[in-house]
């Protein structure tokens, strides 16, 4: 999680690095924004996309979201229906786009890459990727004011396979019902909440894996 360069960044950016942050990757997120962007995204665990993972892939085999298989774009969402900050584009493999779109239903999809499996892919060349994706930023940023933020069902049901029974097992401590041997379902009125929830189940169940 420190994998930007500050010297390559823009001198008005500024930008949040490092591990164990409250809100993980929506670390500094609030109501000012305008949009969100998600680039360079991967689909979830269980796919043929290219490093397809869900958080960790230690640790997690599915997450699904008011029974909707959820990748780290819905999930991030969460936070991004808390905030009220539409989702206005997602960048990635072909798996990406149709995974966010039932949680980010006007958000413009950018394909830079085709897999060809978990850990291979087809992909365009670096210059004509960046093009695609600054173009699609631009857009994204000026229609932004007629975007709608993500919306969830109230209360929300959050559903995490996990890879083992204990992992399962471990996170009703923090409120979750054990659904099956190796599931374990949230359920709040809070996005923002269950979001946090979700992030110290990661934490918790981390030492029964090795995160990648």
């Known amino acids: 999680m420190a994998n930007l360069p500050p010297a390559d960044l823009h001198a008005r950016a500024e930008y949040v690095s490092g591990q164990h942050k409250p809100l993980y990757m929506m670390e500094g997120l609030d109501a000012s924004y305008g949009v969100i962007l998600f680039v360079s995204y991967h689909a979830s665990a269980g796919t043929a996309g290219v490093l397809s993972h869900t958080y960790n892939p230690a640790a997690i085999a599915e997450v699904r979201i008011d029974g909707t298989i959820a990748g780290e774009s819905g999930i991030n969402a969460l936070v991004a229906a808390a905030c009220n900050v539409p989702i206005a584009l997602v960048t990635g493999d072909q798996y990406v786009g149709p995974e966010a779109t039932p949680f980010c239903p006007e958000v413009e999809v950018v394909q830079v890459k085709h897999a060809l499996g978990r850990t291979s892919a087809h992909s365009l060349h670096p210059d004509v990727a960046c093009a695609r994706i600054r173009g699609a930023a631009r857009r994204a940023v000026q229609r932004g004011a007629s975007l709608t933020p993500p919306r969830f069902a109230t209360p929300t049901t959050l559903e995490v396979d996990f890879r083992t029974e204990e992992m ?44 990648r």
């Not at 110290?200 to 169940?205: E, K, S």
Request: proline residues 5%; hydrophobic residues 45%; negative net charge.
């Open 168 to 211: 399962a097992e471990m996170v009703t401590v923090l409120g979750a019902r054990h659904t099956s041997v190796r599931t374990a379902t949230f359920t709040d009125d809070d996005p923002l909440h269950l979001y946090r929830i979700f992030v110290a189940a990661l934490y918790l169940t981390r030492p029964l894996g090795t995160e």
